[in-house]
T-cell receptor
C-alpha cells in the first residue's frame, strides 16, 4: 500500500519568513495530494490540494508543488503569521491501495514572534 | 451549511465494553470515511462508504471493529470488547465525490478512552 513520509517533524520560523514542508509518497499511481492544518484539539482542515495533472497550485500565501517523477510534493507558506502555528499533515490517495487518504506523521509549525 | 458532526465528543469506557460512535456527514455527501488518530500521529484510514455500502474496509484493524451506514447518511462505528490500545480520536470525514477526486471534510472527532 501507499506510504507517505513527511519532513521535518518540527519547524520553527520567524514571523514573516517562509516555511516549507516536504512529503514523499511510494505509490506512483497516487493522483490526489491534499494538505490539512490541525490546531490543538481541533479537526483537520483542508487548506489546499493538488491533483497529478498539475505541477503547482497557489492560494494567497499558500502554495503546493508536485514532482511526479520524484514522487514528492511540498507545502510553501509565505509571510508566515502567528495564526499559521499548527500541525500540518500531507496525504495521498488514488493509488492501488485503500480508498482512504494515507497521511504523513505531521509537521508542527511554530511561528516565532 | 452545517459541517460534519460527531457524537459523543468524548467517550470513556472500561476494557471489554462495547461502544458506538456516530457520524453525521455533510448533507448530500455520498462518500463517508472513518479514520483513527493516535496522539502525535496522522489520521489512519479505517473504512470508506459509498452510499450505504462499505466500499473499502481494508483499514479496520480486526473483527472487533464494524461500521454501518444503513440509509446512506448517518454512520455508526461499533467497537466490541474494547482494549486499551483502542484509545484514540476517531474522526469521520465526508466528500461529495468518490475517491480520489473528492475533497474530504472532517468532523471534530470522538475521543475514546478505554480504561
Amino acid at each position: 500500500g501507499e506510504n507517505v513520509e513527511q519532513h521535518p517533524s518540527t519547524l520553527s520560523v520567524q514571523e514573516g519568513d517562509s516555511a516549507v514542508i516536504k512529503c514523499t509518497y511510494s505509490d506512483s499511481a497516487s493522483n490526489y495530494f491534499p494538505w490539512y492544518k490541525q490546531e490543538l484539539g481541533k479537526r483537520p482542515q483542508l487548506i489546499i490540494d493538488i491533483r497529478s495533472n498539475v505541477g503547482e497550485k497557489k492560494d494567497q500565501r499558500i502554495a503546493v508543488t508536485l514532482n511526479k517523477t520524484a514522487k514528492h510534493f511540498s507545502l510553501h507558506i509565505t509571510e508566515t503569521q502567528p495564526e499559521d502555528s499548527a500541525v500540518y499533515f500531507c496525504a495521498a490517495s488514488g493509488g492501488g491501495g485503500a480508498d482512504g487518504l494515507t497521511f504523513g506523521k505531521g509537521t508542527h509549525l511554530i511561528i516565532q514572534p | 451549511g452545517a459541517g460534519v458532526s460527531q457524537t459523543p465528543s468524548n467517550k470513556v469506557t472500561e476494557k471489554g465494553k462495547y461502544v458506538e460512535l456516530r457520524c453525521d456527514p455533510i448533507s448530500g455527501h455520498t462518500a463517508l470515511y472513518w479514520y483513527r488518530q493516535s496522539l502525535g500521529q496522522g489520521p489512519e484510514f479505517l473504512i470508506y462508504f459509498q452510499g450505504t455500502g462499505a466500499a473499502d474496509d481494508s483499514g479496520l484493524p480486526n473483527d472487533r471493529f464494524f461500521a454501518v451506514r444503513p440509509e446512506g447518511s448517518v454512520s455508526t462505528l461499533k467497537i466490541q470488547r474494547t482494549e486499551r490500545g483502542d484509545s484514540a480520536v476517531y474522526l469521520c470525514a465526508s466528500s461529495l465525490s468518490p475517491p480520489p477526486a473528492g475533497e474530504q471534510y472532517f468532523g471534530p472527532g470522538t475521543r475514546l478512552t478505554v480504561t
